[in-house]
């Protein structure tokens, strides 16, 4: 948006490396405001929302006063900011919504259960279609919500999915240090969280390292999350701690020297509604590393990486971790869909083809 014109502010969370309340980068302006931990269970989600909302709320008005807007793009979780869209539409600015998680499914699949937080997840989706002007949609799975049960206009959302940028994923040279004196290194990149499938990643490197033993096998996960310890801790439980290597959340350095590393990349995300609809970044992020990928078979992974990636039997396992050796016992392969996950991020994914869409989709915003 800085790049066409736009005057662009940002407000957000701190978090690690990223404690500056307010700061300047490439003429963007960053406001940024602490949260409590991150939430777990209803009164922690209900903490952090309140924050959130109240301190998204104060820097809005900052904003406001000292350098201006015309609209607010607001993405979610939390899905409560429509509050603040709606509140400043009252002010005659326009409010667009960011489609990044559809939560009524993620709330389902943290929690197992459709009650009465389920039911407000829907009301509040609700409410922000009914007052966004334009919809931004990361995959087509999350428009037809957006339309069907959002009740929008198909006009008024666009789909603009999250390309990574290539000048940012960057092929690096291998640390072979961090295979752990191993022939092979499995990676994974994401947020350490129940609906993430970890567990499911870590049972298959079990059946790995001691089923179909295979000791040539490390293991690198990074990431952070409110299940990292509970992660780690399980990892011992299964035998694994000199088989698994947890990063936690690092620098992007960090992220892609495991990553350029790894023989096979890994998306365990669980089979159930919310994932089955979902772009997942790490997908094309390691798409545009050239690595092979395995993942359990879903709607939007299977469009994201088609045969860059082998599909895994849903919430198999055992089927996982044959994928994984399937891969890592064929050189050739593993460069064949290496290579053709690069050219499609290339040619179809990377965020200059994105770019555009985004443009249009305020084109479309300021014509209203």
């Known amino acids: ?58 820097l809005a008005w900052r904003v406001l006063l000292t350098r201006g807007f015309d609209v607010i793009h607001a993405c979610n979780p939390p899905d409560d ?48 279609f009914r007052l966004a002007d334009i919809s931004i949609a990361t995959n087509e799975s999350y428009k037809r919500i957006a339309v069907e049960r959002g009740g929008m ?4 959302v666009f789909v603009v999915r999250s390309g990574p940028k290539l000048e940012r994923m960057k092929i690096l040279p291998p640390v072979e240090a961090l295979k752990n ?39 690198g996960l990074v990431g952070g999350g409110t299940s990292l310890e509970e992660m780690r801790d399980y990892a011992v439980k299964l035998g694994l701690e000199d088989y ?15 990553l350029n590393t790894s023989d096979v990349c890994v998306n365990p995300d669980v089979a159930n509604e919310m994932n089955d609809k979902s772009t997942m970044n790490k997908i094309m992020e390691y798409m545009a590393l050239g690595k092979p990928i395995v993942q359990f078979d879903l709607t939007e992974g299977r469009f994201s990486a088609q045969e860059a990636s082998l599909y895994a039997e849903k919430n198999n396992v055992e089927d996982m971790a044959r994928k994984i050796i399937t ?35 305020y084109e479309a915003l300021f014509g209203i």
């Open 327 to 361: 891969l890592l016992d064929d050189k050739e392969m593993r460069d064949r869909m290496g290579a053709y996950g690069r050219k499609r991020v290339e040619e179809c994914l990377a965020w200059e083809h994105e770019a555009p869409k985004l443009l249009e989709a």
């Open 153 to 156: 206009a198909e006009d008024k």
């Open 1 to 58: 948006m800085q790049e066409a014109g736009y005057k662009v502010s940002i407000i957000c969370p701190t978090g690690k490396g990223y404690e500056k309340k307010h700061e300047v980068i490439d003429h963007i302006h960053i406001y940024r405001h602490n949260l409590p931990l991150e939430g777990e269970g209803a009164l922690g989600y209900l903490l952090e929302y309140s924050t959130a909302l109240f301190w998204e709320f104060v």
């Open 244 to 258: 698994v290597t947890f990063t936690g959340r690092v620098p992007d350095r960090q992220m892609l020297e495991m």
């Open 181 to 219: 004196g191993r022939k092979y290194l499995v990676g994974y990149v994401g947020v350490m969280g129940r609906q993430e499938g970890i567990d499911y990643l870590l049972r298959a490197a079990r059946h790995i390292v001691f089923e179909m033993g295979r000791q040539d096998v490390q293991f």
């Open 81 to 128: 900011i429509f509050l603040i869209g709606g509140f400043f539409k009252l002010l005659g600015k326009k409010f667009l919504f960011d489609h990044h998680d559809i939560n009524p499914e993620l709330y389902e699949a943290k929690f197992g259960r459709r009650d009465f937080f389920y039911k407000v997840m829907l009301a509040w989706e609700r409410w922000t």
